[in-house]
């Protein structure tokens, strides 16, 4: 069973000479005591044209130290990384593999760099004997696998104790250092400055399978100690407690030349809270995992702008991947709006992008946002249905209401999550990434991709709006009942794509579609409100049913349908007010320069 540990460290540069100054003198540390030196060996894994480097995600097996096994660190922030261990074995833990699996897809896990290590640890501790954080002074030999190009540094590194969670004392920690004339490192990692020192980065990362196709798992292969020169393995389909593709046996080593608590899974750019699952924007760098860059279509240009939007999407795909399979908050809803994101950007700029090709990728993003859909419609569900009950006084709480409610939440939540991972561990799945790789690296670019951007963009807003516009005033016109909420169902669905739209036009427009987004947004965010109410209604329904078939009180769930029912009524009765503010001509007219 795999484990997480929280990692926040700082790197500094150091000689084997490097005096340490009396730490003691740090606000806080009363001890520092010498725990002597450990020898680590770690072989650090990679595809051949370093994806997982790309995007500063590291992948090793290391023995020696008291946490010898497989780990995988994902980042969080600057100097804080998320690391995910898995005992010692021959071949890569499926659990391990899986988290690599969007990034790996159909290409092998190979050896890449060997990094034995001379760790001289002390811990430093408060008054109490409490354990603040470990200083190691680290003697790295790292050896480039297969050419066996070497390098060899000393740094010293600091990180917090698996309790602590004070920034402040790094600083501290850091200006002692400092006034010694220690000074922090440039390298974000040893691997990123082993593959620096020892060789330069591969040149290109190819297409791994044929686009829109799904490869077959790869054959598990060995990993034995480091020693011996074996096979390469392949990555395999992972699942959360299935077989897995394994790394091949590391080759001989040669002699020659902010912290916090877990918070929720953050899209690209956002560090976030300490215990998010960061994306990564390495789109279009070589050896990236992620997708490639915008080819063929000039800066300035609709294509470009298009692109630039629609690469963000799919490296948020690739990089909310491992968080929704580590459960992490908030995870599966952000991989559902990247998707939603991509299918609102292929429909709104189909004079960019030619839809004969988009259309069926939009179609497999569908898919993937209704699989995963299932389990984030229950959180939301399970969320409002809690927050109604425990609005009720207790007089009113009438029969095992409750219970009935965890049980049936606690059933749908497990199937849920066990659609979810089935279906990012399906081919179909491994083929929607080879394709979107695919997509980006060889555009369909059409011919008003070669216009310029702010024409173009501005006028798809604008039609979006229109059809948001058309929606809603459709919708109002019906009288209120099953009818009018199907409608009020498909504004929301527009004021999503018109917002979207916005959203991939901003960079362009600047401030005229911020303000449009914004205002479509609280549209969006109302019609939300009233469709998660006919969501609750109908759930509320069956839970009276099922109640009077078992003989209890049905007069909670009745009282809950009638509050849902006045809810859904006042946001109707919002909606012209609100559909106005956003739909002021000046809003639209603002788009064109």
Not at 88 to 113: C, N, Q, W, Y
Request: charge should be positive; glycine fraction near 10%.
């Amino acid at each position: 069973m795999a484990e997480t540990k929280r990692e926040i460290e700082r790197k500094y540069e150091a000689t084997g000479e490097t005096p340490l100054p009396d730490l003691t003198r740090v606000a806080g540390v009363a001890e520092v005591v010498d725990e002597g030196v450990m020898e680590l060996d770690a072989v650090y894994h990679d595809t051949p044209d370093l994806r997982l480097a790309a995007d500063a995600v590291t992948l090793r097996r290391r023995t020696g130290g008291s946490d010898a096994g497989w780990h995988v660190k994902f980042p969080v922030a600057a100097g804080i990384r998320d690391e995910i261990r898995a005992p010692l074995s021959d071949t890569l833990p499926g659990e391990l593999a899986g988290l690599l699996r969007s990034r790996v897809r159909h290409a092998e896990i190979v050896p890449v760099v060997r990094l034995r290590s001379a760790r001289d640890v002390r811990r430093l501790l408060a008054a109490d004997g409490t354990l603040l954080a470990e200083l190691s002074v680290d003697t790295v030999h790292a050896e480039r696998l297969p050419s066996g190009a070497v390098a060899t540094w000393t740094e010293i590194e600091v990180e917090l104790a698996d309790d602590v969670d004070d920034p402040a004392l790094l600083d501290a920690i850091e200006k002692r250092l400092e006034k010694a004339g220690i000074h922090p490192s440039d390298a974000p990692s040893k691997l990123a400055r082993a593959l620096a020192e020892t060789g330069p980065a591969p040149e290109a990362a190819p297409t791994a399978g044929e686009p829109g196709k799904a490869g077959k798992p790869g054959k598990a292969g060995k990993a034995g100690e480091s020693g011996g020169a074996g096979e390469r393995g392949t990555a395999g389909k992972p699942s959360s407690g299935g077989t897995s593709g394994t790394a091949g046996k590391p080759g001989t080593a040669a002699t020659s030349g902010t912290a916090g608590k877990p918070g929720t899974a953050a899209t690209s750019g956002t560090a976030g809270k300490p215990g998010t699952a960061a994306t990564s924007g390495t789109a279009g760098k070589p050896g990236s995992g992620g997708t490639s860059g915008t080819s063929g279509a000039p800066a300035g240009t609709a294509g470009a702008a298009v692109l630039v939007y629609v690469r963000e999407q799919a490296d948020a795909i690739v990089a909310l991947d491992p968080a929704v399979r580590r459960d992490l908050p908030d995870a599966v809803h952000q991989l559902r709006v990247a998707c939603r994101r991509m299918r609102s950007a292929f429909k709104t700029y189909r004079r960019v992008l030619d839809r004969t090709v988009t259309d069926p990728v939009g179609d497999e993003l569908k898919w993937l946002a209704g699989e995963l859909g299932v389990a984030r419609d229950q959180e939301v569900l399970d969320a409002r249905l809690r927050a109604r009950l425990a609005d009720l006084p207790p007089t009113l709480t009438l029969g095992p209401v409750e219970a009935r409610l965890r049980r049936r939440g606690a059933a749908r939540a497990e199937d849920a999550r066990r659609r979810a991972l089935e279906a990012l561990d399906s081919d179909r799945h491994l083929a929607l990434l080879d394709t979107l790789h695919a997509l980006l690296a060889d555009p369909p670019l059409r011919k008003a991709a070669r216009r310029d951007a702010h024409r173009v963009l501005a006028k798809a807003v604008r039609k979006d709006h229109d059809r948001l516009g058309g929606r809603i005033e459709h919708a109002l016109a019906l009288d209120p009942g099953h009818e009018r909420d199907l409608a009020l169902h498909e504004a929301r669905k527009a004021a999503k794509r018109a917002r979207y739209a916005a959203e991939a036009a901003r960079p362009t427009l600047g401030k005229p579609a911020k303000k449009l987004g914004k205002r479509v947004k609280a549209v969006q965010s109302l019609l939300g409100e009233h469709q998660d109410s006919v969501v609750a209604r109908a759930a509320l329904r069956e839970f009276a049913i099922q109640s009077h078939g078992a003989g209890e009180s049905a007069f909670t769930w009745g009282l809950l349908y009638g509050r849902e029912e006045a809810a859904a009524a006042a946001t109707e009765r919002e909606l012209p007010g609100v559909w106005a503010r956003a739909a002021g001509p000046d809003l639209t007219a603002a788009l064109t320069r």
